[in-house]
Structures are given as C-alpha cells and as structure tokens.
C-alpha cells in the first residue's frame, strides 16, 4: 500500500500529463493503480482508504446497539448471535462477535468514568476505612485509616474488634490528632455506620448520630435527613468515591502487615503494633507528597484551624456504650433473690449492682466515663415528683424485709415472694 506522500505524486503526475499511462509511467506503477487513486479523489474519499464494504450485520446494527444499551455492555456475542438468528439473521457467529466487539469498544468509550481533580477546602473532608491488619498470637488485628482530603495527612490505629466503641474510639483519637473535629466523615455503608437500606435510602444507626451530634461532624453516606442530621456516605461497592482513604489502607498494609516484600518481624504485643503504627505515621507525614510537594503535617498546621465541625469535648462520647436495659435485674432492691442466688442486696447503693464494662477497653486510648447519675425525683425530664401515695423502694430492702410500701390510705405490706424451693 503506497504512502500518502506517493498518492500525491500520482495525482500530481496524472493532472500534469492527464494519461493513466503515462503517469504510471513516470511513478513506476501501474495504469491500473493511477486510475484507482483518480477515482477515489474524484468520489470524494478519503486518499488510501479502500472503498466501504456492507457487512450482513449492518441491518441489524440498530437492534445489537440496543441490546449493549440494556445490559450496560456485558451482553455475550453468543446469546446477542441466538437472537439475532430468530430475527432472520444469516450470517455467521465469527461475523456476530466481530460486530459485538465493536460496538461494546464504542459504548464503552461513551460511558467512560473521568476522574477529574479534587479541589478541597482545609477541615473540610475526613475520610477512614479499614484494613486487615497483622495477627499477634494467633488473634486477627484491625487497621483503621484515616485521611485528611487537604493535607494528605495519614492517621493510622490498631484495633482488635470492629464493633461501634472501637470505631468510636479510634474517631476520638484522630481527632484529637488533628486538634479538632472536620466538618465532613466520609466512610463505607458498613453496619456501625448504616444499617439497612429502605427503597435505596439508607437507614443510619443510631449510634453514630449520636456520635456525629457529640463532635459537630457530619458522617457522609447517600443523601438523606435522619433525625435532624445530614447523613451522607459512599456509593455502596464503589470504592473510587473514597480513593484517597483506599491508597492510605493500601500503603499502610505493605509497610505495616509482615510480608516477604517488607521483610517485617512478626509482632508479639500489641504494643508492639501500636509503636509500629506511631513510626509509619511519623515517616509518611513528615515526607513530601508527590501531588502537593509539601509535607504533610507541615499542611496539617494550617488546615487544623479549619477544623472547626465542634470544639474535642474533654471526654469521648458515650454513644457506642450498651443501652442500660430496661428490666429489673434479678439483684434489684424491688426483687427478693431465690435460694439458689448467692447474691445479696441492702440497697440501691449495694455493691453488688452491676457496673457496665468499658466497651472500648480494647483501645488503650479510650478514656472510660462514669455512668450518668440519675436525676432527683424533683428535677425528672417527664414532670414533677411523684405524690407520696406512689410506690416507692425501701432503702432497707433485703432478702428478709419486704420489698416495697405504699403509703396513702391503701398502704400495705407485700410478704416477699418465696424462692424457688421456699
């Protein structure tokens, strides 16, 4: 096949000379080649290109279009070819997948994802995940990330369980990190975060609205109002919405997990982790980010007035700590103990009343809060104090004295209830 720059001597010959033979003649081709090339300048195609050819699948274009259309570009060439066969299709399944091919590599490049440039504000955007950290005796750990959109700065804390105290507590101590709590958190629709979705509405645990209301933050999802609260979060099985959180998870599980391309020690201790985690931090936000050129917690010091969501409370929230339950345990004052309980009670103050355990205590940086003190019977949210012909509990109740009075005209006493054997 001759270049364009020959094409163009051969016209060039041919409108010189204007002989087919002649002009073969002095650019040492054919007659016949001359002539070609004439024709298609004439036709008005383009100079080089062999003539179009109609293919059998051309009638059937429109419908193949169609069907990559519905199936966003994974029908198969052998179902589209079954199809097109009970339309009256005669050509082969070779001819079909050709055909196929080509039009899914149009639609593709018409449904292409761009990934533009994210232009972010200082303390607006935080963003966490997790990863699957390195096993200390045999017991699997847990890497929560976060990553600050305007700074690159990278925070990374070991846990031991995901369950909703451990996340809480690992978001208090990044933002105490960061001096200050962020405006947006942006995170996966996982179980902490979004229990359930209605119609494609994503239903928020109650918990982290609790949690997001103690800090000032807004915890992003997918669009909705719940209890006053904006709740936002990621695209669920779509991990590019949060692209900079998923290179920290990946960046911290080669340098952090031992694997033969890091050549790290196993870890004994937890500390041991921890103190890992601490030197990782240290070296990745004290180099020059390659987008920024900068380090990062050089940028961290002028993005931390930003964040501004809510002053850090001096203790952490509550929120992730078990709901008290609302039966009367079987040691309570308004209870006699059976004979088969050990346990004894001489009051509300008895020492025996059960005390709630630390959820977090697996995270050495959760600060326990004492339990709430229960409000005065004058000062109750629902109303004034109860008459005094209400029931109330006897602070000398015990196994032996009755459990509750009443005082009023009706009062009288309640024998206790006999235990099991009694």
């Known amino acids: 096949m001759k270049s364009d720059g020959e094409i163009m001597e051969i016209l060039a010959a041919y409108d010189l000379t204007g002989s087919l033979r002649a002009t073969a003649e002095l650019t040492g081709c054919s007659h016949h080649t001359v ?22 699948t051309d009638a ?18 052998d179902k589209a070819h079954e199809k097109l066969l009970a339309l009256g299709y005669t050509g082969s399944e070779r001819s079909t997948r050709r055909a196929i091919a080509q039009v899914k590599a149009a639609w593709r490049l018409g449904h292409t994802r761009v990934h533009r440039p994210w232009i972010t ?22 890497l929560f990330v976060a990553w600050l959109a305007f700074s690159r700065f990278r925070i990374v804390i070991p846990i031991k369980v995901r369950t909703a ?9 990044c933002f105490r990190i960061l001096g200050g709590a962020p405006t947006y958190v942006l995170t996966d629709n996982e179980k902490t975060v979004t229990t359930a979705h209605v119609a494609g509405v994503p239903v928020r645990n109650q918990q982290t609205l609790d949690f997001a ?38 960046l911290a599980k080669a340098d952090i997990v031992p694997k033969d391309t890091n050549l790290r020690e196993e870890y004994g201790t937890f500390a041991e982790l921890e103190a890992a985690c601490e030197a990782f931090m240290d070296e990745v936000n004290n180099r020059e980010h390659r987008v920024t050129r900068r380090k990062p917690a050089a940028m961290l010091a002028e993005e931390a007035p930003g964040c501004t969501g809510s002053p850090i409370p001096p203790t952490p929230s509550r929120s992730g700590w078990p709901a008290p339950s609302r039966r009367t345990p079987r040691w309570s004052p308004s209870r006699t103990p059976n004979t088969r309980s050990r346990r004894t009670c001489s009051g509300p103050g008895c020492s ?5 355990r630390d959820p977090a205590s697996r995270s050495s940086s959760f600060t326990p809060v004492p339990p709430a003190r229960s409000k005065s019977p004058a000062t ?35 024998p206790p209830r006999p235990g099991r054997h009694g």
């Open 121 to 142: 504000e200082p303390g607006m955007w935080l963003q966490y995940d997790f990863g699957d950290g390195p096993r200390i005796g045999g017991v699997k750990t847990i």
């Open 60 to 77: 059937y274009l429109p419908k193949v279009e169609e069907w990559i259309e519905g199936s966003k570009g994974r029908i198969r060439a």
């Open 165 to 173: 105290p451990s996340v809480f507590a690992a978001l208090d101590r």
């Open 35 to 56: 002539a070609k090339h004439v024709a298609a300048r004439d036709a008005g195609r383009p100079i080089g290109e062999p003539a179009a050819r109609g293919r059998v």
């Open 352 to 356: 025996c009343a059960p005390t709630g």
């Open 213 to 250: 209301r103690h800090y000032g933050v807004t915890v992003l999802t997918c669009q909705a109002r719940h209890y006053g609260v904006t709740v936002l979060t990621c695209q669920p099985a779509d991990p590019a919405t949060k692209g900079g959180v998923e290179a920290s998870v990946k």
């Open 380 to 414: 109750t949210a629902r109303g004034p104090a109860a008459p005094p012909s209400t029931m109330s509990i006897s602070p000398e109740a015990g196994p032996g004295s009755p459990a509750t009075t009443r005082s009023g005209p009706a009062a009288r006493t309640r």
